[in-house]
């Protein structure tokens, strides 16, 4: 009698086992993760997603699959991550046009704030007011001149996107008047300036800097209130000629809100340890941009602050909401 229950207790207990085993999830990641980049293929936001995903792929035994998927500003990646299953496994690369597309969108078919948890910031830098060759202006002194002798043309990622928020700002603070021409993502945009379609645009440095080395481009002044190390030899637009003038970009990662805690917290861990190697500073410095690893916990609020700034900026710049 005791051995048979000694034998009964015994079978419970590796059938609970077994019943444990079969419930646990697997560790994250198990299978291929995918970041959607809500632009076209070759700008910033691309070039800094794939040197990421590269980094991540050999720490993680997964594939990093990067999806581009523009437009609308950014909007149509974003409610497609913000659709997905919250297991980390579908991320949104955002970029600091996410705050700025929302602010300018009467509705959206998600909440822009409470549909993403950040999980890391991938980098920071200034962006570079850049004109064509043709346009004979070498200074910021020189450009608010001519603009406001004939109307300048400029591009974008798209209406309510990053480049379009920090070129109005320029605009209001100088006084002048210019025309937007929007396209689908930065790569597009400047394809459209290196193409003489439009005179300028203030983009970041992997956008531009390539085409400026290249002498199809000219760049006049970084946004940074202070010159840049990341750019050097160019003057911030504050001091030379716009004063207090500043804007900065940023490069991160959104996941769907109610992705497990801890997931969040692999996938933050997993990226800073990627930003500190040697492959990704060197994408970094030959991009223009500054690796800015964060925890979980200093991002907690960014969309909260970012979209709330940006309202406040559209509103100063009479950007009506579409």
């Known amino acids: 009698m005791q051995f048979k229950t000694t034998l009964l207790m015994a079978i419970g207990f590796a059938g609970g086992l077994g019943f444990e085993a079969e419930a646990a999830e697997p560790a994250y990641p198990s299978r291929n993760v995918v970041i959607v980049v809500p632009f076209a293929p070759g700008g910033s936001a691309d070039i800094l997603t794939r040197g990421l995903a590269r980094g991540l792929a050999g720490s993680w035994p997964v594939n990093i699959l990067v999806e581009n998927r523009p437009g609308a500003a950014s909007m149509i990646g974003a409610e497609h991550v913000a659709n997905a299953e919250p297991d980390g496994y579908r991320m949104l690369h955002a970029t600091s046009s996410y705050p700025g597309a929302v602010a300018t969108r009467r509705k959206l078919p998600f909440d822009p704030v409470s549909a993403f948890v950040p999980v890391a910031m991938i980098a920071r830098a200034p962006f570079i007011l850049t004109v064509h060759p043709s346009v004979p202006v070498r200074t910021v002194k020189e450009f608010i001149a001519i603009a406001r002798k004939r109307s300048l043309t400029y591009s974008s990622s798209g209406a309510g996107g990053s480049n379009h928020f920090a070129t109005e700002r320029f605009a209001m603070m100088a006084g002048i008047?210019?025309?937007?021409?929007p396209y689908k993502g930065v790569a597009p945009a400047?394809?459209?300036?290196?193409?003489?379609?439009?005179?300028?645009?203030?983009?970041?440095?992997?956008?531009?800097?390539?085409?400026?080395?290249?002498?199809?481009a000219r760049a006049i002044a970084v946004s940074s209130l202070e010159p840049s190390p990341l750019?050097?030899?160019?003057?911030?637009?504050?001091?030379?000629?716009l004063p207090g003038y500043a804007y900065e970009n940023w490069w991160g990662l959104l996941v769907p809100s109610k992705t497990p805690a801890q997931t969040v917290q692999a996938i933050n861990a997993a990226v800073n340890k990627v930003l500190v190697s040697a492959e990704m500073r060197q994408l970094l410095d030959r991009e223009g941009a500054m690796a800015t690893p964060l925890s979980v916990a200093q991002l907690a609020d960014l969309l909260h602050r970012e979209i709330a700034a940006y309202r406040e900026m559209a509103q100063a710049a009479g950007m009506k909401a579409e």
């Open 190 to 216: 400047v394809v459209g300036l290196i193409g003489g379609d439009v005179d300028a645009i203030l983009a970041s440095s992997p956008a531009v800097m390539t085409q400026v080395k290249a002498g199809r």
């Open 231 to 241: 750019i050097p030899g160019v003057p911030s637009i504050a001091q030379s000629g």
């Open 177 to 181: 008047k210019m025309t937007h021409i």
